[in-house]
C-alpha cells in the first residue's frame, strides 16, 4: 500500500507539472502510468470474477461465515462412516413423556393474592347458566378442622359449575356440569363447609380433561398462548387468557408430583441411567434442563447454572452405570460410569474436520472405524447379544 500511494502522489506531481510547462515528456509518462493502471485494474477484476464463480470447488478459497470443511479422501470416508452411524442413533420418541419442574417453595409462598397485574386489562370469567348436566353432590357430616366433630345440615345449597372435555375414539367434545349440594354447619368453627363434591375442584371453572388438553397444545405441540386461546373460542366457544393457561400447567405439574416420584423411583431402579442437560433461554436468562432416563421412564429437571449437585443429590447411592457425556460434572458422582458412545464418535469426527490434514490423527480414526463399524452392524442385525458381541472382545482389547 505503501508503495501505491507513492506512484499516485508522484502522478499528482506529474499532473501538476505538465499543467504549468506541457511537457511532452510530462504527458507520455502520465498516460504510461494510467495505462499501466488501468490493465492492472483489469487483472485484478478478472481474478476476482473467476475466485467468485469457482469458489465453491477450489480449496484455496475459504468463506469467511462459513469455512470450508477439508479433508483427504482416506478422512472423507471416515466422515462418512462416522457421521452415519451418528444420524442412526438418534431416535423419535413415540412416547408421551411427563415434564416435572422443581417448585421454589419461596416463590409460592410470595405468589401474588386474585387478580391481575398493575396495568394489566382486566378480564371478567363468564361462568355459564345452563348446564348439560346436574350432579348432587352429599353434605358433609363431619368436620376436618375438628376431628369427630357433627356438623348440622343447613338449607344453604353451594353450586358449581365445570367445563370440560370428553375424549372419545373418534375426537373430543365440551361438556357442562353442575354441581349442586347443601353445605353444612360447624358449630365448633362457626363457618360453613362446602360439600366434598364441589370442595375438590378448588373454584377452578375447568375440569381435568379441558386444562390437560390446553397443556398438550402448549408443551407437546409447542403453540403460542395467544393461537390457544384462539382455537379454544373457536372450537369450544370459551374465552380464556395466556394466564390461564399458565395457571393450567402449574396445576397439572402439582397434580402429577406423584407420577414423578414413582417414574424417578422405576429410573433408579435400572441398571443403566442416562444423563443430559442443554441450555434453555428462559424471559432473558440462561438456565439449564436436565433429562434422566432409563430408555422407558423420563425425568426431567430445571436449574439455573449447570452444578451437577442436583445430579449428585438425586444418584446418592445409586449401584447402577450411570451414562453421560464428557461433562466434567459427572465425574464427582460416586457410581460406575461409562462415556455415551455417540458423543465420543461426534467429537472425533469434529476433531478430525478441525485437523483434516494430520496424517497421524486420520491412521488412528482409521482404527477406530475398523474396530466400531462391525460391531455396529452386529447390533443392527443381531441386537445387543452376547453371544454375537464377544467375537469383537480382543478387536477391542488391542
Same mark, same amino acid.
Given at each position: 500500500?505503501?508503495?501505491?500511494?507513492?506512484?499516485?502522489?508522484?502522478?499528482?506531481?506529474?499532473?501538476?507539472?505538465?499543467?504549468?510547462?506541457?511537457? %511532452?515528456?510530462?504527458?507520455?509518462?502520465?498516460?504510461?502510468?494510467?495505462?499501466?493502471?488501468?490493465?492492472?485494474?483489469?487483472?485484478?477484476?478478472? !481474478?476476482?470474477?473467476?475466485?467468485?464463480?469457482?469458489?465453491?470447488?477450489?480449496?484455496?478459497?475459504?468463506?469467511?461465515?462459513?469455512?470450508?470443511?477439508?479433508?483427504?479422501?482416506?478422512?472423507?470416508?471416515?466422515?462418512?462412516?462416522?457421521?452415519?452411524?451418528?444420524?442412526?442413533?438418534?431416535? *423419535?420418541?413415540?412416547?408421551?413423556?411427563?415434564?416435572?419442574? !422443581?417448585?421454589?417453595? *419461596?416463590?409460592?409462598?410470595?405468589?401474588?393474592?386474585?387478580?391481575?397485574?398493575?396495568?394489566?386489562?382486566?378480564?371478567?370469567?363468564?361462568?355459564?347458566?345452563?348446564?348439560?348436566?346436574?350432579?348432587?353432590?352429599?353434605?358433609?357430616?363431619?368436620?376436618?378442622?375438628?376431628?369427630?366433630?357433627?356438623?348440622?345440615?343447613?338449607?344453604?345449597?353451594?353450586? /358449581?359449575?365445570?367445563?370440560?372435555?370428553?375424549?372419545?375414539?373418534?375426537?373430543?367434545?365440551?361438556?357442562?356440569?353442575?354441581?349442586?349440594?347443601?353445605?353444612?354447619?360447624?358449630?365448633?368453627? *362457626?363457618?360453613?363447609?362446602?360439600?366434598?363434591?364441589?370442595?375438590?375442584?378448588?373454584?377452578?371453572?375447568?375440569?381435568?380433561?379441558?386444562?390437560?388438553?390446553?397443556?398438550?397444545?402448549?408443551?407437546?405441540?409447542?403453540?403460542?398462548?395467544?393461537?390457544?386461546?384462539?382455537?379454544?373460542?373457536?372450537?369450544?366457544?370459551?374465552?380464556?387468557?395466556?394466564?390461564?393457561?399458565?395457571?393450567?400447567?402449574?396445576?397439572?405439574? *402439582? /397434580?402429577?408430583?406423584?407420577? !414423578?416420584?414413582?417414574?424417578?423411583?422405576?429410573?433408579?431402579?435400572?441398571?443403566?441411567?442416562?444423563?443430559?442437560?442443554?441450555?434453555?433461554?428462559?424471559?432473558?436468562?440462561?438456565?439449564?434442563?436436565?433429562?434422566?432416563? %432409563?430408555?422407558?421412564?423420563?425425568?426431567?429437571?430445571?436449574?439455573?447454572?449447570?452444578?451437577?449437585?442436583?445430579?449428585?443429590?438425586?444418584?446418592?447411592?445409586?449401584?447402577?452405570?450411570?451414562?453421560?457425556?464428557?461433562?466434567?460434572?459427572? %465425574?464427582?458422582?460416586?457410581?460406575?460410569?461409562?462415556?455415551?458412545?455417540?458423543?465420543?464418535?461426534?467429537?472425533?469426527?469434529?476433531?478430525?474436520?478441525?485437523?483434516?490434514?494430520?496424517?497421524?490423527?486420520?491412521?488412528?480414526?482409521?482404527?477406530?472405524?475398523?474396530?466400531?463399524?462391525?460391531?455396529?452392524?452386529?447390533?443392527?442385525?443381531?441386537?445387543?447379544?452376547?453371544? /454375537?458381541?464377544?467375537? /469383537?472382545?480382543?478387536?477391542?482389547?488391542?
Amino acid at each position: 500500500m505503501d508503495l501505491l500511494r507513492c506512484f499516485w502522489l508522484a502522478e499528482i506531481v506529474w499532473r501538476l507539472k505538465w499543467e504549468a510547462s506541457k511537457s %511532452d515528456d510530462l504527458k507520455n509518462r502520465i498516460i504510461t502510468y494510467n495505462l499501466e493502471d488501468c490493465s492492472a485494474l483489469k487483472i485484478l477484476l478478472s !481474478e476476482l470474477r473467476d475466485i467468485g464463480q469457482a469458489a465453491t470447488t477450489r480449496s484455496d478459497v475459504d468463506f469467511a461465515d462459513a469455512p470450508k470443511q477439508n479433508s483427504t479422501a482416506s478422512g472423507q470416508r471416515i466422515h462418512n462412516l462416522l457421521e452415519a452411524i451418528l444420524r442412526s442413533a438418534h431416535a *423419535e420418541y413415540k412416547k408421551n413423556r411427563i415434564c416435572v419442574a !422443581e417448585r421454589d417453595s *419461596e416463590n409460592e409462598a410470595s405468589r401474588k393474592g386474585p387478580g391481575g397485574l398493575k396495568g394489566h386489562p382486566a378480564f371478567r370469567r363468564v361462568i355459564p347458566v345452563k348446564a348439560g348436566k346436574i350432579i348432587r353432590v352429599r353434605r358433609p357430616t363431619k368436620c376436618q378442622r375438628h376431628s369427630g366433630q357433627t356438623m348440622k345440615m343447613t338449607d344453604k345449597l353451594a353450586a /358449581h359449575t365445570v367445563i370440560d372435555l370428553v375424549f372419545t375414539k373418534s375426537g373430543y367434545r365440551k361438556t357442562i356440569t353442575k354441581y349442586v349440594g347443601r353445605m353444612s354447619y360447624c358449630r365448633q368453627c *362457626e363457618r360453613h363447609h362446602l360439600p366434598p363434591g364441589i370442595k375438590r375442584f378448588k373454584g377452578r371453572l375447568y375440569g381435568h380433561g379441558f386444562r390437560a388438553w390446553a397443556v398438550y397444545q402448549r408443551i407437546t405441540l409447542r403453540h403460542p398462548y395467544s393461537a390457544i386461546c384462539q382455537v379454544v373460542e373457536d372450537l369450544f366457544g370459551e374465552s380464556i387468557t395466556d394466564a390461564s393457561i399458565i395457571n393450567f400447567m402449574v396445576d397439572l405439574a *402439582e /397434580h402429577y408430583v406423584i407420577s !414423578e416420584r414413582m417414574l424417578l423411583k422405576r429410573i433408579l431402579a435400572s441398571p443403566f441411567i442416562h444423563v443430559d442437560e442443554t441450555k434453555i433461554n428462559v424471559q432473558g436468562a440462561d438456565h439449564y434442563v436436565w433429562v434422566l432416563t %432409563d430408555g422407558t421412564h423420563v425425568v426431567f429437571r430445571l436449574t439455573e447454572t449447570r452444578e451437577a449437585a442436583l445430579i449428585q443429590g438425586i444418584l446418592k447411592g445409586y449401584k447402577g452405570v450411570l451414562i453421560t457425556d464428557f461433562y466434567g460434572g459427572y %465425574d464427582s458422582c460416586k457410581c460406575r460410569q461409562q462415556k455415551c458412545l455417540v458423543h465420543l464418535i461426534r467429537d472425533l469426527n469434529d476433531d478430525l474436520w478441525k485437523n483434516p490434514f494430520d496424517l497421524e490423527f486420520e491412521s488412528f480414526l482409521g482404527a477406530f472405524r475398523d474396530v466400531l463399524v462391525p460391531i455396529v452392524a452386529d447390533v443392527d442385525k443381531y441386537g445387543l447379544k452376547r453371544c /454375537h458381541l464377544s467375537k /469383537h472382545g480382543q478387536k477391542v482389547d488391542r
